[in-house]
């Protein structure tokens, strides 16, 4: 008797981690129940023809803030036009709050709003009152906890004192840490002299978060992480210096994982300059060659996830920059600038695309295999993507409520055509057809 599928994808290139495949996709209910070559279309409620686009396991931004301009229904709404299917976002701890109290509210208004399946990380803003609570965050599905290093002036920074205790804790009930890696001393004191100085905030920016403190704080993180046994995570790398102390920690053999974003492959300086407190991000942008040495950390496997940082703050392009909030919007252009900038500019390969939107992104964050991947039992989670299809990208055809793209202009080659989730449609050739509300909490393993 011949197997029956609600929808079969027939005539696409199958893209995975180990390579491209002409395979056909077969879902039942909500997940992928065949992946093979010619599957009869006889056995569907459903055909799609994608005329040999490619199929990727659905995008994985494990980097988002649902919390200034864009909730989180319009973070995912955003995400979900720029081929994203799962978010974990930062569920922020301020003070005077717990941890249970952020998740609780984090869980409810996804689950009331999201039009995507959503995860969660923890954000810590009061470390040395907060971290007690690490145990209870655990309960909801919650293994990831995020703090500064940075940001003393903005009443963030956390103490290497307590940085020790809170890894310490995460270690012994089986989580990961979370840093955001730079010197926030230094950095505190170069931006006062360069004011005393006169120096005009926007020329200061970059001298006064330099890549020397990253790398330094990044190295200090992994030592910590190293002591504790704590695995360790280091988002938005920006610069070539980050990456030797990630690349010597991996070598030894140590949990240490690292995103970086597209803004820090493919923005410089010189956007800064152009863009003014609208590309007021931390860390800063910085230089072609840094640029060029992240894209050779992702080949070289010291960097394992591409993400957005999704922050979008409402700005003005001429306002007082040294007042302006950090972050932009950047979950709308994850994909499509990833996959132009490094698939057609021979950076990396397609396989090597997949990995770091989607596979390691679930395998880091414990939705491996229900997520990341195209395998039979696997979540329907699909994006079917249209290579040569042009477009331009600009603030007014964004979703993001901030109004903006740093990439402003920019002529990308290749879009999302059709996008699932578990199977629904989530985006139909240039139609949102999902719905908020639709998407699931996920507990993170």
């Given at each position: 008797m011949a197997e029956e599928f609600d929808l079969l994808l027939k005539d696409g290139i199958v893209v995975t981690g180990e390579g491209l495949f002409p395979y056909d996709v077969a879902v039942r209910g909500e997940k992928i129940a065949r992946v093979a070559p010619q599957i009869p279309g006889r056995s569907?409620?459903?055909?799609?023809?994608?005329?040999?686009?490619?199929?990727?396991?659905?995008v994985i931004d494990v980097h988002s803030h649902p919390l200034y301009e864009d909730d989180f229904e319009t973070t995912s709404l955003t995400a979900a036009w720029g081929g994203t299917t799962t978010l974990i976002h930062f569920a922020y701890a301020f003070p005077g709050q717990t941890a249970g109290e952020a998740i609780e509210k984090a869980i409810s208004e996804g689950s009331r709003a999201s039009y995507l399946d959503f995860g969660l990380h923890l954000g810590l803003f009061q470390v040395e009152k907060q971290y007690p609570n690490i145990p209870d965050a655990i309960?909801?599905?919650?293994?990831?906890?995020?703090?500064f290093m940075t940001?003393?002036?903005?009443?963030?920074?956390?103490?290497?004192?307590?940085?020790?205790?809170?890894?310490?804790?995460i270690a012994k009930h089986g989580g990961m840490a979370m840093v955001h890696a730079e010197n926030g001393l230094a950095t505190d004191y170069l931006e006062d002299k360069f004011n005393r100085e006169g120096i005009p905030a926007m020329d200061a920016f970059t001298r006064m978060r330099p890549a020397a403190l990253e790398e330094e704080a990044i190295h200090r993180?992994?030592?910590?992480?190293?002591?504790?046994?704590?695995?360790?995570?280091?988002?938005?790398?920006?610069?070539?210096?980050?990456?030797?102390?990630?690349?010597?920690?991996k070598r030894r053999g140590q949990k240490v994982f690292a995103e970086t974003c597209p803004q820090y492959l493919e923005?410089?300086?010189?956007?800064?300059?152009?863009?003014?407190?609208?590309?007021?991000?931390?860390?800063?942008?910085?230089?072609?060659?840094?640029?060029?040495?992240?894209?050779?950390?992702?080949?070289?496997?010291?960097?394992?996830?591409v993400a957005s940082d999704h922050a979008p703050k409402a700005k003005k392009i001429d306002e007082d920059f040294f007042n302006a909030a950090?972050?932009?919007?950047?979950?709308?252009?994850l994909l499509n600038v990833t996959y132009d900038a490094g698939c057609n500019h021979n950076r990396i390969s397609l396989p090597k695309l997949v990995q770091v939107l989607s596979e390691n992104p679930a395998r880091v964050f414990g939705l491996y295999p229900r997520k990341g991947c195209l395998r039979e039992g696997s979540d329907a989670d699909l994006v079917v993507y249209d290579?040569?299809?042009?477009?331009?990208?600009?603030?007014?055809?964004?979703?993001?409520?901030?109004?903006?793209?740093?990439?402003?202009g920019r002529e990308c080659l290749g879009k999302p055509w059709i996008t699932f989730q578990r199977g629904r449609r989530v985006l139909d050739r240039m139609k949102m057809t999902a719905r908020p509300g639709e998407g699931k909490y996920?507990?993170?393993a």
């Open positions: 569907a409620k459903e055909i799609l023809d994608v005329d040999g686009k490619y199929i990727f396991p659905g309960r909801f599905g919650v293994r990831t906890f995020k703090m940001y003393a002036k903005l009443g963030r920074f956390t103490s290497d004192y307590y940085l020790t205790a809170s890894f310490d804790l993180a992994i030592a910590i992480a190293e002591i504790c046994g704590c695995p360790i995570y280091i988002p938005h790398v920006s610069c070539a210096r980050g990456l030797e102390p990630i690349a010597r920690a923005l410089t300086e010189k956007d800064l300059h152009r863009w003014k407190a609208l590309a007021k991000i931390g860390p800063p942008l910085r230089s072609r060659e840094d640029n060029e040495a992240l894209w050779k950390g992702i080949s070289e496997g010291v960097l394992d996830v950090y972050g932009s919007p950047q979950a709308e252009t290579p040569s299809a042009p477009h331009t990208l600009t603030g007014k055809t964004q979703h993001s409520k901030a109004g903006y793209t740093l990439f402003e996920l507990r993170l």
